[in-house]
């Protein structure tokens, strides 16, 4: 008899475990747009660099009805001035991303705030002066809104604007004699499709 209650007793837990799963919320995106970064400490005669475009990828399972917690991995093309040419900067980064969805629009709609922390990398190739290529790193806060429309269960269009605030740079492409400036701060605007629930 204690087999059959040991059988009965594994088939309540998979029933249970197929529920819970059945409940999780969780979703994966992925985005387009164009950022704009702001450099500090250029050297004397270096300008701004330009919009370039950007890609991101996302994940995130929820921890609480309105809590989400997830990662994700950026890329961007920022073009800085050299002697003679522009050079297309190249930027990646990933981390843990959070989201707060609001109470209120709901239904077809969904909108919602978000923080995350990761580490970038920023690569320069070499260019027509000489310079050789140069890496470097830095910390970065990504902060931002967005508004999610439901196209057709569980497939969401989604636009989302912010900021990447970035802090505590290194390595070659940060450094004296070799810097173009530091991105202390990046605008964004975004376009994408999100898949989840």
């Known amino acids: 008899m204690s087999w059959l209650s040991a059988a009965a007793g594994a088939l309540g ?3 249970l475990a197929r529920e819970a799963v059945a409940q999780v919320r969780w979703d994966v995106g ?3 747009g164009v950022v704009g970064r702001v450099l500090a400490e250029r050297p004397p005669g270096q300008g701004e660099a330009r919009p370039g475009m950007a890609l991101e990828l996302v994940g995130h399972a929820a921890v609480y009805p309105l809590l989400r917690v997830g990662a994700y991995g950026h890329f961007d093309v ?3 001035a050299a002697p003679g040419a522009f050079v297309a900067r190249q930027m990646a980064a990933g981390g843990l991303d959070l989201r707060v969805l609001s109470l209120w629009p709901r239904g077809q709609f969904r909108a919602y705030l978000r923080v995350a922390l990761g580490e970038a990398c920023s690569f ?3 260019h027509a002066a000489g310079a050789p290529a ?3 790193y830095f910390t970065e806060v990504p902060v931002g809104a967005g508004l999610a429309y439901r196209i057709h269960p569980p497939l ?3 636009a989302e604007s912010g900021a990447r605030i970035g802090f505590a740079f290194g390595g070659a492409a940060y450094g004296a004699g070799v810097s173009v400036g530091r991105d202390v701060v990046a605008g ?3 376009i994408g499709l999100a898949w989840g629930r």
Do not use: D
């Open 124 to 126: 320069l190739p070499s």
């Open 30 to 32: 992925a985005s387009e």
């Open 188 to 190: 964004y605007a975004t």
């Open 13 to 15: 837990m998979v029933l």
């Open 134 to 136: 140069t890496e470097g």
């Open 78 to 80: 920022s073009a800085v």
């Open 156 to 158: 969401w269009l989604t």
